[in-house]
C-alpha cells in the first residue's frame, strides 16, 4: 500500500501496524472527537428512507437553512459533497488566469485540483514558525489566490484585516474556511460578512471536521450568485445525498454541541501544547485549530512508524508538504484520555532511544 496523501487512511495505519482498523487511534484527520452529534445522528436515522427519492439538485431546504445560518441571501451558497467537491469548480475557474498564487505549505488537495487543470502556481511560504506570510501581485498579469484561514497544517490565522486587500488586488480568491467553526465568534476571521461586496471572493467551508462527518462529506461554497450558478451548470446533478442534507440541517441547529466544541477546545489543546513542549525533542506552534504542528528532532516517518507499531497510534508525517518534510508532524486534538495516550507513547519512545 502506497504511503497516503490525506490523514486518516486507516486502511494504511492498520496495514503497519498489522491490526484491524477498529484498534488505530487516530491523530492524523483533525475531526472532532465530540461528534458527530446525537442530533444529526438522530436526523439520519430519522430520514433513513428519505434514500428512496433522488434529492432536488437544487438543494433548498439546506441552502435556505444555510443562508440563515450565515444571514446571506440563499443564492450566495451551494452545498457541496464536501467543501473538497467544490475546491475542483474553484480551481476550473483559477485555470482560466495568468497565474495562481497559493499560501504554502498547502493542503495537497489544491495541488490535485490545480494539476487536473493545469493551473500555473506560485508557491508562497507561510513562515510556520513566526507566521508571517504575504504574497505580491503582478499587475500585468490576471491572478488568482488560493489561501486557507486557519491554515492546515499549521494552525496559524490570518486577520481579516491582512487578506481584504488581496480581494483589491486578484481576480479570484479561493479562501478555504475548513477550519474556522473551531475558533469562538469573538476569534474567527471569516470574509463571509464581505462576501457580497466582492464577486471575485469565493469561501469554502466544511462540515466535515466541526460535526465529525468526513465520511458523510458534505462542505458548502459562499461566492456570488452568478459564480455558483455556473457550478450547478457543469456539475453532476446530485452530488450531496439525502442522509448529508438532513445531517447538515441538523448539525448547524445544534447550538449546545457548538457551545461544548469550543469549551473543550481551547483548554484541551493548551494541554497537549504544554506537554509536548516537556520533552526535548518537540517545539509544538501555536494553534487556533483543532490540531498542532510539532517540530521534531525525530524524523516525522520514524515517529510515526514506531508508534503504529508498538502503540496502534497514528499521527500525520509532514512528508505530503514538501516545505515540512520530516522535521515536522501534526496531531489532531482529541479525548483527554486519548491525548493523553499519545503524550505517554510519545515519553516512551523519547526516554527510549534505542527504537529511534
Ligand atoms: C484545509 C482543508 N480544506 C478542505 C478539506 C476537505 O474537507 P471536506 O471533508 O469538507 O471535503 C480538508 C480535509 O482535510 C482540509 O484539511
Avoid at 119 to 135: E, F, M, Q, S, Y
Avoid at 211 to 218: A, D, E, Q
Wanted: a neutral charge.
Amino acid at each position: 500500500m502506497t504511503r497516503p496523501n490525506h490523514g486518516g487512511n486507516l486502511n494504511w495505519a492498520a496495514s503497519i501496524a498489522n491490526c484491524p482498523t477498529s484498534l488505530i487511534l487516530d491523530f492524523s484527520a483533525s475531526i472532532n472527537p465530540l461528534g458527530p452529534p446525537l442530533s444529526v445522528i438522530q436526523a439520519i436515522q430519522d430520514h433513513i428512507y428519505s434514500v428512496k427519492a433522488y434529492p432536488d439538485p437544487a438543494y433548498p431546504e439546506l441552502t435556505k437553512a444555510l443562508a440563515r445560518w450565515h444571514q446571506l441571501p440563499p443564492e450566495y451558497i451551494l452545498p457541496g459533497n464536501g467543501s473538497a467537491e467544490l475546491l475542483t469548480w474553484a480551481a476550473w475557474e483559477l485555470s482560466h488566469l495568468d497565474l495562481t498564487h497559493i499560501m504554502t505549505p498547502a493542503f495537497s488537495d489544491y495541488l490535485r485540483a490545480a494539476k487536473t487543470f493545469n493551473i500555473k502556481l506560485n508557491a508562497c511560504p507561510l513562515d510556520v514558525k513566526t507566521g508571517k506570510w504575504k504574497v505580491e501581485a503582478n499587475p500585468a498579469l490576471t491572478q488568482g489566490l488560493i489561501l486557507n484561514n486557519p491554515h492546515n497544517p499549521s494552525g496559524r490565522l490570518l486577520q481579516r484585516e491582512q487578506i481584504l486587500p488581496y480581494l483589491e488586488a486578484f481576480a479570484l480568491v479561493v479562501v478555504d474556511e475548513a477550519f474556522m467553526d473551531f475558533l469562538p465568534s469573538s476569534e474567527e476571521q471569516s470574509l463571509i460578512n464581505v462576501v457580497t461586496d466582492y464577486p471575485n471572493l469565493v469561501i469554502l467551508r466544511s462540515l466535515t471536521k466541526f460535526y465529525s462527518l468526513p465520511g458523510l462529506r458534505i462542505g458548502y461554497a459562499i461566492a456570488h450568485p452568478d459564480r455558483l450558478r455556473r457550478w450547478q451548470l457543469w456539475r453532476d446533478p446530485w452530488p450531496i445525498n439525502t442522509l448529508a442534507v438532513h445531517a447538515a440541517m441538523a448539525a448547524i441547529e445544534d447550538k449546545i454541541f457548538a457551545q461544548k466544541t469550543l469549551l473543550w477546545l481551547k483548554p484541551t489543546r493548551e494541554e497537549v501544547f504544554s506537554s509536548l513542549q516537556t520533552l526535548t525533542p518537540f517545539y509544538p506552534l501555536p494553534s487556533c485549530a483543532n490540531f498542532l504542528l510539532v517540530h521534531t528532532s525525530i524524523p516525522g516517518s520514524s515517529l510515526q512508524e514506531i508508534l503504529l507499531k508498538e502503540y496502534q497510534i497514528l499521527i500525520r508525517d509532514c512528508l505530503s508538504f514538501p516545505e515540512l518534510g520530516e522535521n515536522y508532524f501534526r496531531i489532531a486534538i482529541l479525548s483527554k484520555e486519548n491525548n493523553q495516550k499519545l503524550l505517554t507513547a510519545l515519553t516512551q519512545v523519547v526516554a527510549d532511544d534505542r527504537r529511534i
